[in-house]
């Protein structure tokens, strides 16, 4: 990530034609999301808890129901230009045994040239970043949104299948 006051930031959307995904959920364990979804975008993006950095929070209960919205990002480092930053937002409401979660996954992969100087301001400079760019990066820019596109279908998997089994372990204990 370049720290610059001023930078030229390109983005690219992991996920086309859609850029966000949208899991919804209704069922049992609503509340055991929040350590499931920290946990599991940990795991699956090869980041440590320190790269997941908490936008917003908000948890009320009230009268039995718990209403709660929580937003993060996390960030993987490919090299000093280019990052996966990863959005997670989630807000829902529970009662004692069931509620409902919306999720939303934005993956952006984002490339930042520093334009603090006159030398990076210059037309000059611009040139010569947009020729490295074209000719040597875009490859390697490539194989990043490659990666992040294989991070993104694994948590959203990994989301799905916690769904599932958190269904699957509510129907077994109310039959057996």
Not at 106 to 133: G, V
Not at 144 to 159: F, H, P, T, V
Request: with cysteine.
């Amino acid at each position: 990530m370049v720290w610059a006051k001023q930078k030229l930031e390109l983005y690219e959307y992991v996920r086309q034609p859609d850029k966000d995904s949208v899991i919804n959920y209704s069922g049992p364990k609503v509340n055991a999301f929040y350590q499931f979804l920290k946990k599991v975008s940990i795991d699956v993006l090869g980041i440590s808890p320190n790269d997941i950095h908490e936008m917003a929070y908000t948890w009320e209960k009230k009268e039995g129901k718990e209403k709660f919205r929580v937003e993060w990002r996390a960030i993987k480092e490919f090299d000093d230009f280019t990052h996966l930053r990863f959005d997670v937002n989630f807000k829902g409401e529970a009662n004692e045994e069931e509620g409902s979660i919306t999720i939303v996954l934005k993956p952006r992969l984002i490339t930042e040239y520093p334009q603090d100087s006159i030398l990076q301001q210059s037309i000059f400079y611009e040139m010569a970043r947009t020729f490295w760019h074209n000719t040597f990066y875009s490859k390697k820019r490539w194989e990043y949104l490659i990666q992040s596109r294989e991070a993104w279908d694994a948590l959203e998997k990994r989301i799905i299948d916690f769904c599932d089994k958190c269904r699957m372990e509510h129907v077994r204990a109310a039959v057996g």
